[in-house]
């Protein structure tokens, strides 16, 4: 119990004095996770509602996929992104490994499906006279396809949390890709791990509640933004 | 099936692409100055680097990444060339390393030793045993729990042979638990456990600091547990894409005399004795 008490004091200190490595790490997890989520929305949006609108063979095989990759583990994507990155391996000449570009390409591949599972279903669970009705407005297939994905905004808003919250809270892609670099790819997760295996408890408490405190912030705004308007 | 081809193929590549676009000054801080320094966990753990890195990097201007990682896995790094530069102490596996050519210029940096700790109640009674292989065997005639890195770090290399040499296989025995984590974190282990295990006096010394962990010295000061560190540089002949210029200047830093001397302070004002003893020049 004094442990939690003191890692409490110990936060409210390292955040109070504004500790720069502590902000350096915090700044940085919202950066590399925030990236990877807008990456995550352009790709998870884009191709589920294309999945979701078009009828094609091997549709069900698609989407069972992509809800599969949903729970894609971080550590499987993180050692596939690390063996693609490798100097000496396919993707070798562009030097990403241990930087903060790898931990967002890792992030996106795991946030993607996330984003792109709920999309599929926000979409489908639209009525199905909704799009004749539009169509039948005189609108072109881009506003079709924008008017839809308005529609469904709240339950992709959900996706949005949901994506963010899985990248922002993993750490074994983070650390394969990343390698936990001072002050350069050590993000809230690998800081924590690493404080811990130091011993450093409160460090690692005072990050971790950093840590819950920012997933609490970005869903708040998030909630905030997706409460405004009542659904009809 | 070949939409969906197209589809992967597409994501894939714009991820790719869009993260190499993403700010260049984090893609890397001019190619040639990045420098992959593979090591083992004790050193990161007990705090050594975090002096020693910052030095290196304002003296030389290289960055230097640190991948934390087992003496093993450092070397298999070095192996296929994704360190340019290792700091281990593993030594029969770093021999093994150099006859296959993957190495050149290994060199001696410092030393600390092993501990055999356990808890203070000492249930097997190996306080005082007179060697490492005795208080083994007194460990697995017990059957009192012992933590093993399980690893493959240069401490799990060290224990493997401690049990060769007492003469017991001690793998899939009941007392005998593999914790597959960095030095730290199996002393934490042991600690809640009550178990037995093999340490450096470094990260031991480090953590007991901060934590109490109950655990005793039980078994120290046997030629046979020292514990050895060398800094060895990938050969470039085989990758060339290592940073043979950068790993020598870090190998040269190791075993220049200022940080020298800094290993041999390093410590001894927050835990009352140094945490490793420099060796630079000196032969095994």
Redesign the interface.
């Known amino acids: 119990m004094d442990l939690i008490l003191e890692g409490l004091v110990k936060a409210f200190q390292l955040l109070a004095s504004l500790d720069p490595e502590v902000l350096g790490i915090a700044m940085l997890s919202l950066k590399v996770s925030g ?1 990877a989520t807008l ?1 995550s929305l352009v ?1 998870g949006i884009g ?1 589920g509602t294309l999945i979701a609108l078009t009828r ?1 063979p ?1 549709k069900k ?2 989407v069972s ?1 992509v809800n599969t990759g949903m729970g894609l583990p971080p550590v499987v994507v993180g050692l596939f992104v690390s063996i693609l990155l ?3 391996g396919p ?2 000449f ?9 931990i ?2 890792a992030q ?2 795991i946030a ?1 499906p996330i984003v792109m599972g709920i999309t599929i279903a926000a979409m489908q669970q639209l009525p199905a006279n909704l799009r004749l009705q539009i169509l039948a407005l005189g609108a072109t297939r881009t506003q079709l396809v924008w008017m839809l994905i308005k529609e469904a905004r709240l339950p992709l808003m959900a996706g949005v949390m949901a994506g963010f919250g899985g990248v922002i809270s993993e750490v074994g892609a983070s650390i394969m890709v990343g ?4 002050g ?2 050590r993000v809230l997760t690998t800081a924590t791990v ?1 404080e ?6 409160d460090v690692a408490i005072a990050l971790s509640l950093i840590l819950l405190l920012f997933c609490f912030l970005i869903n708040y705004v998030l909630t905030y933004i997706q409460q405004r308007e009542r659904p009809r | ?1 070949n ?2 081809q197209r ?1 992967l193929f597409v ?1 894939l590549s ?3 692409l ?3 676009l ?1 700010p260049s000054s ?3 801080p001019v ?1 040639q100055k ?1 420098l ?1 320094l593979a090591t083992t ?1 004790s050193t ?2 007990s ?1 050594l680097l ?1 002096v020693l ?1 910052p030095m290196f990097e304002k003296q030389t201007g290289y ?6 990682v087992g003496s093993g896995q450092a070397m298999k790094m070095g192996e ?3 360190a340019d530069v290792l700091l281990v102490h593993s030594p029969e596996a770093e021999k093994a390393f150099m006859g296959q050519g993957f190495g050149v210029n290994r060199k001696l940096v410092m030393h600390n030793d092993f501990l055999l700790l356990g808890p203070a109640s000492d249930p097997a009674k190996i306080h005082g045993a007179k060697s490492a292989a005795e208080a083994l065997k007194k460990i697995a005639q017990s059957g009192a729990l012992f933590l093993s890195r399980g690893d493959n770090s240069g401490t799990h290399a060290k224990e493997k042979g401690l049990w060769k040499a007492a003469g017991i296989a001690p793998e899939g025995q009941k007392w005998f638990q593999e914790t597959g ?5 199996t ?2 282990v042991a600690a809640e456990k009550h178990g037995y295990l093999l340490s450096d006096r470094g990260t031991y010394l ?2 007991n600091k ?2 109490h962990l109950g655990l005793e010295i039980l078994v120290a000061g046997e030629p046979k547990l020292l514990n050895i560190y060398h800094v060895i540089e990938v050969n470039p002949a085989k ?1 060339p ?1 290592v940073n043979a210029p950068g790993a020598k200047a870090f190998s040269d830093f190791m075993v220049a005399a200022p940080t020298q001397a800094l290993i041999s302070h390093f410590g001894t004002k927050e835990f009352g004795s140094p945490l490793f003893f420099p060796d630079a020049g000196k032969t095994e």
Not at chain 1, 179 to 182: D, E, M, P, Q, S
Not at chain 2, 181 to 185: R, V
């Open positions: 990236l990456f790709f191709f094609f091997g095989i698609l996929l490798w100097r000496n993707l070798g562009m030097e990403l490994l241990y930087t903060p570009s790898a967002i390409i996106s591949v993607t390698g936990n670099v001072k350069y790819t690493m811990t295996g130091r011993g450093n408890f | 099936m939409h969906l589809v994501t714009c991820f790719i869009s993260a190499a993403v984090w893609s890397a190619q990045n992959i966990t990161q753990d705090g975090d890195i960055f230097v990444k640190t991948i934390s296929k060339g994704e984590l960095g030095m730290g974190e002393l934490n480090a953590l901060k934590r990758w894409k």
